[in-house]
């Protein structure tokens, strides 16, 4: 069974960091791309990054390139996020998820339980 | 900047059929950009539906089903049940490893 289990979140001051881990396991990691997807509260789903089975690809949405970083460990099983200079409008639900491919292409399949990311002074 | 429509709401009688779309606001929609559905009630997790166009995720029943409908994509949901009542999101890929979200439809069932 796949299951991904995101941790890390909390509640940051703005400009602060954070780092967000997504534990994988019922598959064979290295070989899928994984995801990550936030939800701002009573909003839609936002697309924020993506990586390779490999890591050697990443990818990243307009609204955090150059303040977020993606990688995995494939060694772990594990997907990270690294969040930089955070802003109120960061604040979210932030899912981990596998993408169907080995590339981020055909769409994410899977999906964690999310962890909150709560920007506030 | 790109932006991927679908309808605000849509409400549908029990048994019966729906049709919810993903558009572009500039452009077609075809399966080179590998539609997905999902569907999420407030406060859980989405769940995977369709991917890639028309591939049925693990579990899912076949009521469900995923298209291009002229130029876009489509969800279509036959006899509709109660639980089918929640928010449905498409994603395209946009290429270089990229995703859009749509802006999300929220289907009632009455």
């Known amino acids: 069974e796949v299951q991904l289990l995101e941790s890390g979140g909390g509640l940051v001051q703005p400009g602060g960091s954070l780092r967000l881990s997504c534990a994988a396991s019922g598959f064979t990691f290295s070989t899928y791309a994984m995801n990550w997807v936030r939800q701002a509260p009573g909003k839609g789903l936002e697309w924020v990054s993506g990586i390779s089975g490999s890591g050697g690809d990443t990818s990243y949405a307009d609204s955090v390139k150059g303040r977020f970083t993606v990688s995995r460990d494939n060694s772990k099983n594990t997907l990270y996020l690294q969040l930089n200079s955070l802003r109120a409008e960061d604040t979210a639900v932030y899912y981990c998820a596998r993408d169907a491919g080995f590339r981020p292409n055909l769409g994410p399949d899977y999906w964690g339980q999310g962890t909150l990311v709560t920007v506030s002074s | 900047q790109t932006v991927v429509t679908q309808e605000p709401s849509f409400s549908v009688s029990p048994g019966g059929t729906v049709t919810l779309t993903c558009g572009l606001s500039s452009g077609s929609v075809s399966t080179s950009y590998y539609p997905s559905w999902y569907q999420q009630t407030p406060g859980q997790a989405p769940r995977t539906l369709i991917y890639s166009t028309n591939t049925r995720s693990s579990g899912v029943p076949d009521r469900f089903s995923g298209s291009i409908l002229g130029n876009k994509a489509a969800l279509t949901i036959t006899g509709a049940q109660a639980d089918d009542e929640c928010d449905y999101y498409c994603?395209?890929?946009?290429?270089?490893?990229?995703?859009?979200f749509g802006t999300g439809t929220k289907v009632t069932v009455l």
């Open positions: 994603v395209l890929y946009m290429g270089n490893g990229i995703y859009v």
